[in-house]
């Protein structure tokens, strides 16, 4: 089902002291004023902080995601984290295929398929992340990248499981830069995606796909990203990162 959803991609940032605090500020904020019942949230913390992010959400209204899962299913994989191991502590989503994964950890577009594969096999969603670098923008190829990243990491699905997936479009030159696409930029480019699933799965199956804006998304500038038609919420990086900021752009709608 097509929904609202901010989710906070952390990186690999904080203490475990200071995680357990800002988790513990963003649900005193939302229990204290809640969010409108359309609204999802998503926190993605480091692997070692999630038991205590799922614990904390188990008491308030949002809801936990992982920014990696491994590629293999069980066994000898020193340093892996399965998708079996995420769904046994209550993780609920994964995002998959961050530029940052792909870049500095060569994740192919093969290996992005199989850890969707596992995922969703482990009753977690996907928040399978798409986009271009720059050079491709101006070589007026980005659209090229875009379908090739879409067409490889989720293509092989079938309706029911595509059903589950959520889509994050993160122009890698906005990624960290404080430079954002222009609301046009990103409307063009969710436009674009959500053509490329009508083809494949169909006008139904499209319409209820949600695609996320992320790169350089912060409190000010949330609001006129998400009013975009095909805009349906933000991947966050650095601005989840302050609770008050992030709840914020989770108010944005
Ligand atoms: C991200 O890394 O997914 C991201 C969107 O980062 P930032 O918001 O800091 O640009």
Redesign the pocket.
């Known amino acids: 089902m097509r929904r609202k959803i901010v989710a906070g991609?952390w990186?690999m940032n904080k203490r475990f002291d200071e995680a357990e605090e800002l988790i513990s500020e963003i649900a005193d904020i939302i229990d204290a004023q809640p969010l409108d019942e359309d609204i999802e949230m998503i926190i993605c913390p480091p692997f070692l902080f999630l038991e205590m992010a799922t614990d904390i959400a188990s008491e308030s209204e949002f809801h936990i995601g992982a920014q990696n899962v491994s590629e293999y299913d069980a066994g000898a994989y020193t340093g892996e984290v399965s998708a079996q191991m995420l769904n046994s502590i209550e993780v609920e989503y994964c995002i998959i295929g961050?530029s940052?994964r792909r870049k500095y950890f060569a994740e192919t577009d093969e290996v992005l398929a199989t850890k969707i594969n596992l995922a969703l096999a482990n009753e977690i969603e996907p928040i399978f992340c798409c986009g271009e670098v720059l050079s491709e923008r101006e070589a007026k190829i980005h659209f090229d990248t875009v379908r090739t990243q879409i067409e490889k990491g989720l293509f092989h699905l079938s309706p029911e499981q595509f059903y589950n997936v959520v889509i994050a479009y993160?122009p890698i030159w906005?990624?960290?830069?404080g430079v954002v696409a222009s609301p046009a930029q990103a409307q063009e480019m969710h436009a674009y995606i959500r053509g490329l699933i009508k083809e494949k799965y169909g006008a139904e199956l499209a319409e209820d796909t949600t695609i996320l804006y992320?790169?350089?998304?912060n409190a000010d500038n949330a609001t006129v990203l998400f009013s975009q038609p095909d805009v349906d919420g933000g991947?966050?990086?650095?601005?989840s990162l302050k609770a008050k900021d992030f709840v914020q752009i989770a108010r944005s709608f």
């Open positions: 991609n990186k961050h940052e993160e906005a990624i960290g830069t992320g790169g350089s998304c991947l966050i990086g650095g601005a």
